[in-house]
C-alpha cells in the first residue's frame, strides 16, 4: 500500500469532558477521496475540526506526509497544506467573488506540484467568472459553494477537507458538484464528510463510517457496498 498522504492515529478528542472522537484512526492516500460517513451527531464533523487545529486532539497523532500536525495552530496546518471547504459554505459575504478568491491565496504547500490561481479557478467554475465583481452575498446557494470550495483550492494545499458541500444544494447543482470532485481528484486528495450516500459513492475511492466517534468501518467504496445492508443502523445518510 502506498504511504499515507494523511494519518489519524488512535486520536481522541473533547468538547470540555465530553470525549467524542474514542481512538480514530484513519489514512489517506494520495490521489485518493475518503468519504467520512455516519449519522449526525457521529464525530465527522469533530474529525474535520480536529484535522485542521480548530479541536486539537488530547492524544493521538496527526501526521502529514509523515510529519506530525496536531499540535500546530489552524494557520500553519493551512500552510503545511491543509485546505477546507466548511459547511454552511462561509463566504465573505462583503467582499466580490474576486476579492473572496484573492484573500485565500497562498504559496503552493510543500511537495505538492499543482498550483491553484484565480484564472484556474474560473475554468473549473465558469460562472463565477462571470460573477466575479458581484458581492459574494448575491450569488446563489450553488454559486456561493463553487466560491467557497474555490477559495479553498486557493490556499494550494495538498490535502481538501470538504464539510457537507451537498448541504441545501437542488439535486441539478448535487450532480455538477460530483463532477468537480471527480475531475479534482486528479489533482488533489480529500476527505468528504457528506449526507448524501449518493453523491458520496459515485466520487469515493475509500469509506470511513463512524458511529458515536468510533470507526465501524474501513475500506474501499466496494467493500463498503458488499457490506452496506449489515452497516445500515449506522447510516444517516440519504
Known amino acids: 500500500m502506498a504511504t499515507s498522504l494523511l494519518s489519524l492515529e488512535k486520536v481522541n478528542a473533547f468538547y470540555g469532558d465530553s ?6 484512526s ?7 477521496l475518503l468519504a467520512l460517513l455516519g449519522r449526525n451527531g457521529a ?20 501526521l502529514l506526509d509523515g510529519q506530525a500536525i496536531d499540535k500546530l495552530t489552524p494557520e500553519r496546518i493551512c500552510r ?12 465573505f459575504a462583503s467582499l466580490t467573488v474576486k476579492e473572496n478568491l484573492d484573500v485565500a491565496a497562498r504559496p503552493t ?7 491553484w490561481a484565480r484564472d484556474d479557478v474560473f ?10 465583481h458581484q458581492l459574494a452575498s448575491s450569488l446563489s446557494g450553488g454559486e456561493q459553494q463553487m466560491l467557497s470550495i474555490g477559495r479553498g483550492l486557493m490556499t494550494n494545499p495538498r490535502v481538501l477537507l470538504l464539510d457537507e458541500p451537498s448541504e441545501g444544494l437542488a439535486p441539478q447543482i448535487v450532480r455538477e458538484l460530483g463532477e468537480v ?16 450516500l449518493g453523491l458520496a459513492m459515485k466520487v469515493a475511492d475509500d469509506v470511513v ?30
Open 26 to 32: 484513519l489514512n489517506l492516500q494520495p490521489g485518493r
Open 123 to 132: 475554468a473549473m467554475f465558469p460562472r463565477l467568472k462571470e460573477r466575479q
Open 181 to 196: 470532485l471527480a475531475s479534482l481528484k486528479q489533482h488533489i486528495a480529500m476527505v468528504l464528510v457528506e449526507q448524501n
Open 80 to 91: 503545511a497544506g491543509i485546505g477546507l471547504v466548511p459547511q454552511g459554505r462561509r463566504v
Open 43 to 62: 464525530g465527522k464533523t469533530t474529525c474535520i475540526s480536529s484535522i485542521i487545529g480548530f479541536l486539537p486532539p488530547r492524544s493521538g497523532r496527526i
Open 19 to 24: 470525549h467524542v472522537l474514542h481512538d480514530l
Open 109 to 115: 504547500a510543500a511537495g505538492h506540484a499543482r498550483h
Open 209 to 238: 463510517l463512524l458511529n458515536t466517534g468510533r470507526v465501524v468501518f474501513a475500506g474501499t467504496r466496494e467493500d463498503f457496498q458488499d457490506q452496506q445492508s449489515a452497516l445500515h443502523s449506522h447510516l444517516g445518510v440519504e
